[in-house]
């Protein structure tokens, strides 16, 4: 399976409650940071090499995935001049290759891409991309086939946004019911979870700090019409504010969080 690129390096200003000690896609779901709820999703389809962005406090993922091991399994050390550790047991992400790129402390998400692309393997014709802050119970090997079938770009998932506020149902100005706070609302949103060809980067991309992909590059590449989405009806959910995130570990809380739907080890 191809490899995954995440972006990992916003600030998450608007979880700032949590968010002052941790970058975003570090603060926890259960025991675990939600970066490591969306790999495990990826990996349940067979991806092993993930790629994360990484500016805002890099240092906590450094820290998180080169203590990895010892922060999950029993270990033995052995003290003296040669010191040793022992594991005890493997874990299900024994396999992962984790790229840590610092893509800078300010740069925007096309730059970020960008820069970290240069560790996409050279087979990979394809890549995954999303978000750090985000998790469903997407089918990434439907995504990816849907992807190829097109043979578009640019694949983004549409997702239904959870709705905030109650809905008018209107019959022009008369108001013919009310529906308080339904569960989605109708229309759709990027959900992140991407699949890009190689031929965007060089068509739509570039170093520079400035350039936010979700602008000009996605609206080229939609004009040019080299644009498509994969619908996902299920589950998805980013951790935005205080509430999403007391959301999440709630359903985690429960053992019956939707996004872990196609895990393999729970």
């Not at 998450?12 to 709820?37: A, C, F, N, Y």
């Not at 010892?70 to 024994?94: K, N, V, Y």
């Not at 740069?107 to 960008?114: D, E, F, K, L």
Request: aromatic share 12%; with cysteine.
């Amino acid at each position: 399976m191809i490899s995954a690129i995440i972006l990992c390096g916003g600030k998450g200003t608007r979880l700032r409650d949590v968010t002052e000690s941790l970058p975003k896609p570090m603060v926890p779901i259960g025991e675990q940071p939600i970066i490591w709820h969306i790999m495990k999703t990826y990996a349940s389809f067979g991806v092993r090499h993930f790629i994360l962005c990484l500016g805002y406090k890099r240092e906590v993922f450094v820290d998180y995935f080169m203590n990895y091991h010892m922060r999950t399994s029993d270990a033995t050390i052995t003290l003296g001049h040669e010191p040793q550790i022992t594991f005890h047991g493997e874990t299900g992400e024994a396999d992962w290759q984790v790229t840590l790129a610092g893509t800078g402390l300010e740069t925007m998400t096309g730059g970020r891409v960008y820069r970290a692309s240069k560790y996409l393997p050279q087979e990979d014709e394809d890549f995954f991309l999303t978000y750090g802050d985000g998790v469903a119970d997407i089918d990434i090997a439907a995504l990816y086939r849907h992807h190829r079938e097109g043979k578009k770009l640019l694949t983004v998932s549409a997702v239904h946004p959870e709705a905030r506020f109650g809905e008018l149902l209107l019959d022009g100005d008369n108001v013919k019911g009310f529906k308080e706070k339904p569960l989605q609302v109708s229309g759709y949103i990027n959900g992140g979870y991407m699949v890009v060809n190689r031929k965007f980067l060089e068509r739509y991309l570039r170093d520079d700090g400035n350039l936010i992909l979700e602008q000009r590059p996605m609206a080229d590449c939609a004009s040019d019409g080299e644009m498509q989405v994969y619908r996902h009806e299920g589950f998805w959910q980013c951790m935005d504010n205080q509430r999403e995130y007391q959301l999440l570990n709630s359903l985690w809380s429960s053992g019956e969080a939707p996004w872990t739907k196609y895990w393999k080890h729970k």
